[in-house]
């Protein structure tokens, strides 16, 4: 199985700040990775797509980049809207695997 | 606008079973691989189940394979999990969601399941 390692575990932001969540395979996974976002008592909602493929009504502060076995989400000026809990997934092999997930906190 | 709707959680005991149901609609659910995914208390998402649109193929994590079976009507827009021998690391929220290449677009909104004595 493809065992995924995101860090850091949390996260103290500030509002305003730029801040970049990363995501590791344990073997490639091309670009077949994708970042989800749960805010408290929600279900997870998708963010990212493909490592870096923008999702339609998400705003444009999030983005992504990577391939292979190394990945990052970027929030470009974080809002207290997005203290959250950020997945990433990959869908390249069965079975598909989730990141234990980054929690951003508020500094 | 896709909707999932999630039903069929409650208490059971050790060794029970329950069987979940998530009916869809917005969407031509007869087109679509669906999946169930569970969250465990406090911890991460777990995939557990995935059946083809047309259910002529379905996968299981090992941690569920051979208690729980994954299966649809079209007719109906319904997706279901069957689970059996259920035990204490089953409790969970579990989501049903849709799918466009293994990516999990849509999710619904989750329905508890807790297993204890």
């Known amino acids: 199985d493809v065992v995924l390692t995101q860090s850091p575990a949390i996260l103290s932001v500030t509002p305003g700040e730029r801040i970049s969540l990363s995501c590791r395979a344990s073997?490639?996974?091309?670009?077949?990775l994708h970042w989800y976002q749960q805010k408290p008592n929600e279900s997870p909602r998708l963010l990212i797509k493909y490592a870096s493929q923008s999702i339609s009504g998400i705003p444009s502060r999030f983005s992504g980049s990577g391939s292979g076995t190394d990945f990052t989400l970027s929030i470009n000026g974080v809002e207290l809207e997005d203290l959250s809990i950020y997945y990433c997934q990959q869908g390249n092999s069965l079975p598909w695997t989730f990141g234990g997930g980054t929690k951003l906190e508020l500094k | 606008e896709v909707q999932l709707v999630e039903s069929g959680g409650g208490l059971v005991q050790p060794g029970s079973s329950l069987k979940l149901s998530c009916v869809a609609s917005?969407?031509?659910?007869?087109?679509?691989?669906m999946h169930w995914i569970r969250q465990a208390p406090k911890k991460g998402l777990e995939w557990i189940a995935l059946?083809?649109?047309?259910?002529?193929?379905?996968y299981y994590a090992d941690s569920v394979r051979g208690r729980f079976t994954i299966s649809r009507d079209n007719s109906k827009n319904t997706l279901y999990l069957e689970m059996n021998s259920l035990r204490s690391e089953d409790t969970a929220m579990y989501y049903c969601?849709?799918?466009?290449?293994?990516?999990?677009?849509?999710w619904g909104q989750g329905v508890m399941v807790t297993v204890s004595s």
């Open positions: 073997e490639s996974v091309d670009t077949y």
């Open positions: 059946i083809y649109y047309d259910s002529s193929n379905k």
């Open positions: 917005g969407f031509i659910f007869s087109s679509y691989n």
């Open positions: 969601a849709k799918s466009t290449m293994g990516i999990f677009d849509y």
